[in-house]
Each structure stands twice: as structure tokens, then as C-alpha cells.
């Protein structure tokens, strides 16, 4: 199994600049991508802060981060 796909239990966050946390989310995909998991597994998901621009990706560290 895919250690990437399997369910997590925590949240990230990231401090912002006025002291507040913001928490971050999947990031969605336009339904017009066919198939996203199969991007995932290429190089972990994003995940972008529900308050600010930031974005993050988790992915194990053998593969390579996903390209926008």
C-alpha cells in the first residue's frame, strides 16, 4: 500500500505573521483532471493553507514534489 494514501491522524499548521494559525487543506482539483491520484503518486499532495497563499506538499522523501 501506497504510504502516502493512507489516512492520517493530524493536522498541519503554520503560524502567520499576526501570531494566528492557519490550518492546511487538500488542495482541490478542477474536475477536468482525469485521474489526480495518479499525480499524487508521482510526487505526494498538496495541501494549502485555508486563510492565506501558503501551500505545502507531503511526500515521502523518495519521490519528487509535484510540479504546478
Same mark, same amino acid.
Given at each position: ?15 502567520? &505573521?499576526?501570531?494566528?494559525?492557519? +490550518?492546511?487543506?487538500? $488542495? ?5 483532471? /482525469? #485521474?489526480? %491520484? ?5 510526487? &505526494?499532495?498538496?495541501?494549502?493553507? +485555508?486563510?492565506?497563499? $501558503? ?5 515521502? /522523501? #523518495?519521490? %519528487?514534489?509535484?510540479?504546478?
Amino acid at each position: 500500500m501506497d504510504r502516502l494514501h493512507t489516512e492520517l491522524d493530524f493536522r498541519l499548521q503554520h503560524r502567520h &505573521g499576526d501570531g494566528t494559525w492557519g +490550518t492546511f487543506e487538500p $488542495e482541490p482539483h478542477s474536475p477536468s483532471e /482525469v #485521474d489526480p %491520484e495518479r499525480s499524487w503518486s508521482k510526487g &505526494g499532495r498538496i495541501y494549502a493553507c +485555508t486563510t492565506c497563499e $501558503e501551500k505545502v506538499v507531503v511526500a515521502p /522523501v #523518495d519521490q %519528487e514534489p509535484p510540479v504546478d
